[in-house]
């Protein structure tokens, strides 16, 4: 019983993990575009709503609040931006997430690892495709959505400008 326990709590931890890895990363896909087509800091926030800390890596800001792995924002100003960069900007995260769940599906079908190591792998490709078909459809989010409430989508926002 105490095993299974155990068992299960690591697995929590570990989707945990999963979840906000694939957060900066998705993040850094619009964060990279932002620093490309903008003279400006580009901010990416992590997390609920108050900061606990921030950092710059030069011009780009982030800032890590309550723990809350699926949440992230990314913040730059694109004023003289033209269109197509700005689209570029917003579909970058889903794009990011597309290739990751491409790249760790396929390397956990063609490295010699355990069976527990592959099946971790392989929820964590799930979990970044799942992730890239959220925010690539053109939608506003709803309640179910949490702190999404009221947002545009990726997909919506690269769509519609």
């Known amino acids: 019983m105490l095993i299974l326990l155990v068992d299960m709590l690591l697995d929590i931890i570990i989707f945990f993990i999963i979840a906000q890895l694939a957060t900066v990363i998705h993040q850094l896909g619009h964060a990279i575009i932002g620093l490309i087509f903008t003279n400006d800091k580009v901010m990416i926030s992590?997390?609920?709503?108050?900061?606990?800390?921030?950092?710059?890596?030069?011009?780009?800001?982030?800032?890590?609040?309550?723990f809350s792995p699926f949440v992230g924002f990314v913040h730059c100003n694109f004023r003289n931006a033209k269109k197509f960069e700005k689209s570029l900007f917003f579909l970058a995260g889903p794009v990011i997430s597309?290739?990751?769940?491409?790249?760790?599906?396929?390397?956990?079908?063609?490295?010699?690892?355990?069976?527990?190591?592959?099946?971790?792998?392989?929820?964590?490709a799930g979990y970044f495709f799942l992730q890239g078909v959220l925010t690539i459809i053109p939608i506003q989010y709803c309640d179910m959505f949490g702190v999404y409430k009221g947002t545009s989508s990726d997909g919506y926002n690269a769509f519609n400008i």
């Open 46 to 66: 992590l997390g609920g709503d108050n900061v606990k800390r921030t950092f710059n890596i030069g011009r780009l800001n982030v800032e890590i609040r309550n």
């Open 98 to 124: 597309f290739l990751m769940a491409i790249i760790i599906y396929f390397s956990a079908n063609n490295i010699a690892l355990d069976s527990t190591y592959i099946s971790i792998l392989k929820v964590y």
